[in-house]
């Protein structure tokens, strides 16, 4: 028996102005309930004023406010945000809202999930990467000891609302990592999304809602036919293993990596290792390789050592050997596929000039 179980309504995802949702009518079944709003610094404001000026039952909601970025997705924290709901009394029945981009709905979630052995919570996106994959698909987590996500659940959410308002205010750097995590989708799911994504010029402007609704229809149909990544979830890893390898690794550094841009990386010298390795063509390889580069800059770190050692710790790993995602073309993704140092070396190697 597996020891998590998700509900019929797992995932479920609503779209449109958030005063217009169900939002209003789950507060309300939480009438009795304390509410805790999770945001980051940005979130706190851009975002937050809307939520609190639009819905009174969020009136005296207590409002916990993180350190922007990556290096606040950590155990001490999640402990800070224990601290506050212990303090303010919280218990089972109570609520969390995570309202942020992916750093606040990973480790919201992770905090909700295990708070006297769980609380219900409610993500509300706000970065792109967020909408189209973090805050769906019930994974949450913290780093931990330099690794990504080292620590975490499978828990879902009680729904997640998606209104793009948001987005007016995300700087053009997050919808690159967005962006990173659409074309990923993309490439493992949907060749016409892909065509519809890599014709766009400006990322922000031209991006429309249908493609954003199509990214997270392809994670939310992978993720519906195996919730607890026993095995197809794993696709939605493609472009990962070496992009939170490359992540990790600049996390404590002068030049940190966001995950969108190390994905986007990640997502080139994975497709490389498809075309050497699986039947991948040139052509296909060569357009991601386009793709790729006219929106990223390409920041590969040279110890190969490194990266490979941090390889060894992704969660799809079995029997000590690396297992990774690779392409057959663009649309079809094969995961558990072993990878020798040997094809990684030679694929790396080309990077480094
Ligand atoms: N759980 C999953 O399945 C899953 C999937 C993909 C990524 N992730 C995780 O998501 C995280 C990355 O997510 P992210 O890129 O959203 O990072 P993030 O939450 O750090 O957001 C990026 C930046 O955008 C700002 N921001 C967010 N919304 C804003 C808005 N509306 N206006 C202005 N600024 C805004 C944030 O404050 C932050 O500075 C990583 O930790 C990654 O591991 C999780
Ligand atoms: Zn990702």
């Known amino acids: 028996m597996n020891a998590v179980s998700f509900s019929e309504h797992a995932f479920s995802v609503e779209w449109g102005p958030l005063e217009a949702s169900k939002f209003n009518t789950l507060l309300h079944a939480f009438s009795e309930a304390k509410k805790a709003v999770l945001v980051d610094e940005n979130t706190q404001e851009y975002c937050l004023e809307f939520l609190l000026t639009s819905f009174e039952a969020l009136a005296d909601a207590e409002v916990i406010v993180l350190p922007a970025g990556e290096q606040s997705k950590v155990l001490e924290i999640c402990a800070q945000v224990w601290e506050t709901l212990t303090e303010a009394g919280f218990g089972r029945h109570d609520l969390l809202i995570n309202l942020g981009g992916g750093m606040v709905t990973d480790l919201g979630g992770f905090a909700a999930s295990i708070f006297k052995r769980g609380i219900t919570f409610i993500n509300i996106p706000t970065s792109l990467l967020a909408i189209v994959d973090a805050s769906i698909g019930g994974k949450t987590g913290i780093n931990f000891a330099s690794y990504k996500n080292q620590i975490g659940t499978f828990s879902e959410p009680k729904a997640t609302f998606i209104d793009l308002r948001f987005l007016s205010t995300l700087p053009h750097?997050?919808?690159?990592?967005?962006?990173?995590?659409?074309?990923?989708?993309?490439?493992?799911?949907?060749?016409?999304?892909?065509?519809?994504?890599?014709?766009?010029?400006?990322?922000?402007?031209?991006?429309?809602?249908?493609?954003?609704?199509?990214?997270?229809?392809?994670?939310?149909?992978?993720?519906?036919?195996?919730?607890?990544?026993?095995?197809?979830?794993?696709?939605?890893?493609?472009?990962?293993?070496?992009?939170?390898?490359?992540?990790?690794?600049?996390?404590?550094?002068?030049?940190?990596?966001?995950?969108?841009?190390?994905?986007?990386?990640?997502?080139?010298?994975?497709?490389?290792?498809?075309?050497?390795?699986?039947?991948?063509?040139?052509?296909?390889?060569?357009?991601?390789?386009?793709?790729?580069?006219?929106?990223?800059?390409?920041?590969?770190?040279?110890d190969i050592n490194a990266i490979w050692e941090l390889m060894q710790q992704d969660k799809k790993n079995q029997n000590n050997e690396v297992r990774i995602c690779l392409l057959s073309r663009i649309g079809v993704?094969?995961?558990?596929?072993?990878?020798?140092?040997?094809?990684?070396?030679?694929?790396?190697?080309t990077y480094l000039v």
């Open 173 to 302: 750097v997050e919808w690159k990592n967005g962006f990173a995590e659409l074309l990923k989708h993309a490439l493992i799911a949907d060749p016409d999304l892909w065509l519809k994504l890599t014709a766009c010029q400006e990322i922000s402007e031209e991006l429309n809602q249908q493609m954003i609704r199509r990214g997270v229809e392809i994670k939310q149909e992978v993720v519906l036919a195996d919730p607890l990544e026993k095995g197809k979830r794993k696709v939605l890893n493609f472009g990962h293993t070496i992009g939170h390898a490359i992540e990790s690794y600049y996390l404590h550094s002068d030049t940190p990596v966001s995950h969108g841009h190390a994905v986007a990386i990640g997502l080139l010298l994975e497709s490389h290792l498809s075309m050497t390795l699986s039947s991948l063509n040139q052509n296909e390889f060569l357009a991601i390789e386009r793709a790729i580069k006219k929106h990223f800059t390409l920041q590969i770190p040279r």
């Open 333 to 349: 993704c094969q995961h558990d596929q072993k990878l020798a140092f040997e094809d990684f070396e030679r694929v790396y190697n």
